[in-house]
């Protein structure tokens, strides 16, 4: 089992441009999460999914869309990037019947110049 | 705002030391209290988590114990060891309808274990 996987790994953008991250889980798992990690800031939730179909707004969804593509699956797109959004973003995916213990991802490191 | 208060930012301490980092959260709608450990260039794994119905709970050399009176927990890292060299997160998951299944964290706390 791979876990969760995410692409890409690095990816720098300039000002305004569009990008999609993609995820995902080969667990079964019906919740899937969408973090961005700041220094001093922890991890702040951006938009999750508990289930194929739904999406909900977190902490920090604004320059943020996601899609549920398939229970596997889910994406997240930054449609016009800002310098604000350089972070490391996080995946990460549980069980609804166990959903304290979240699995995550190895990141994607962003950079917007 | 930070919902779960998490200090000290970093803590340094000798192998064979005792590694103590506190909590404390604000709301009481919360009902597990997980702990996360990263490593440098990887994503939180959990390391242990309990339930307000619980005042400790000990895995191996990592113990939680926990204050619910003072909304208050902590984590113990015992006979501290440089591989135990690691950023720490507490987090408290939401049980209201629209917390729930959402962790809120801690802002993080870097530990390292000196040789």
């Known amino acids: 089992n791979a876990g969760v996987t995410q692409t890409p790994k690095f990816q720098v953008l300039k000002t305004g441009q569009s990008m999609t991250l993609q995820c995902a889980q080969d667990?079964?798992?019906?919740?899937m999460y969408w973090y961005r990690q700041d220094p001093g800031m922890g991890l702040r939730l951006i938009y999750y999914?508990?289930?194929?179909?739904?999406?909900d707004k977190g902490e920090v969804p604004n320059g943020y869309n996601v899609s549920r593509l398939n229970k596997r699956e889910f994406s997240l797109r930054l449609e016009s990037a800002a310098p604000s959004q350089t972070s490391v973003y996080f995946c990460?995916?549980?069980?609804?019947?166990?959903?304290?213990?979240?699995?995550f991802g190895p990141g994607t490191r962003l950079t917007v110049t | 705002q930070q919902q779960v208060k998490q200090s000290p930012q970093s803590l340094i301490v000798q192998k064979g030391g005792i590694s103590i980092i506190n909590c404390a959260y604000e709301?009481?709608?919360?009902?597990?209290f997980p702990w996360y450990q990263q490593f440098p260039g990887k994503g939180p794994a959990l390391l242990i988590a309990?339930?307000?119905?619980?005042s400790e709970k000990k895995e191996g050399r990592f113990t939680i114990s926990f204050n619910k009176s003072a909304k208050q927990f902590s984590l113990h890292i015992m006979d501290s060891q440089p591989g135990d060299s690691a950023t720490y997160f507490c987090?408290?998951?939401?049980?209201?309808?629209?917390?729930?299944?959402?962790?809120?964290f801690g802002a993080g706390t870097q530990v390292v274990v000196t040789p």
């Open positions: 667990m079964n798992h019906n919740s």
């Open positions: 709301n009481t709608a919360f009902d597990y």
């Open positions: 990460a995916s549980g069980d609804r019947a166990k959903i304290y213990e979240q699995y």
């Open positions: 309990i339930r307000p119905d619980v």
């Open positions: 999914s508990a289930s194929e179909g739904t999406t």
């Open positions: 987090a408290a998951r939401g049980m209201t309808t629209d917390s729930w299944g959402k962790l809120q």
